[in-house]
């Protein structure tokens, strides 16, 4: 039983020597009770061909401010300062120290060293074509789509609702067109 544990932890990929002691009476390693919930955890990792988290907190990840005066902004996480804040930097704001819950990381990462010079992040998120990359991935679309929405005046939304009636119309005489010539 301890033998199967231990292996399928190393199949998994946790070293076997957490779960094992040097036990001076017998010169040898003896192994842990193996507790059940690990055993499950180990099962379920497992039988996964993916891993469940494809952006990590690291230097040079973009990320997105979802809250607070800077809310929408792009921001690169340059350092980390402890486990809840990071210190982010953009070519459009003063460095700052940001907490990780107001923080939304994005695919998007630059290719920088530990708090580099705001040139050198200038060039590097250049270089990485970042702006782009936002701009066309679907995240950043809805949110420009978005902005235009809450920028338009009262005209501009009559506008636009007329302009879904004459295209739902349209779409309703194809429709029927369409119907009537696969009944004869």
């Known amino acids: 039983m301890a033998a199967a544990a231990v ?9 076997a020597t957490r779960f094992m002691y040097y036990n001076n ?8 009770p193996f507790p059940r919930y690990i055993s499950k955890f180990a099962q379920v990792i497992k039988t996964q061909d993916h891993t469940v988290f494809k952006r990590y907190v690291e230097i040079g990840r973009v990320a997105l401010i979802n809250y607070g005066k800077d809310y929408g902004r792009l921001v690169v996480i340059v350092d980390v300062v402890d486990q809840n804040r990071a210190l982010v930097d953009a070519p459009d704001m003063v460095r700052s120290q940001i907490n990780f819950k107001r923080l939304s990381l994005t695919d998007i990462t630059v290719n920088i060293k530990r708090s580099p010079k705001k040139k050198t992040l200038i060039k590097a998120m250049e270089e990485a074509d970042v702006k782009n990359k936002w701009e066309n991935s679907s995240w950043g679309r809805k949110l420009i789509v978005q902005k235009k929405r809450a920028s338009l005046n009262d005209f501009d939304r009559f506008k636009i609702m007329l302009a879904k009636i004459k295209r739902a119309d349209l779409v309703r005489r194809e429709l029927a067109k369409l119907k009537k010539e696969a009944t004869f």
Do not use: D, T
């Open 7 to 15: 292996a399928m932890v190393a199949a998994v990929g946790i070293p």
């Open 25 to 32: 009476s017998h010169q040898s390693y003896q192994v842990l």
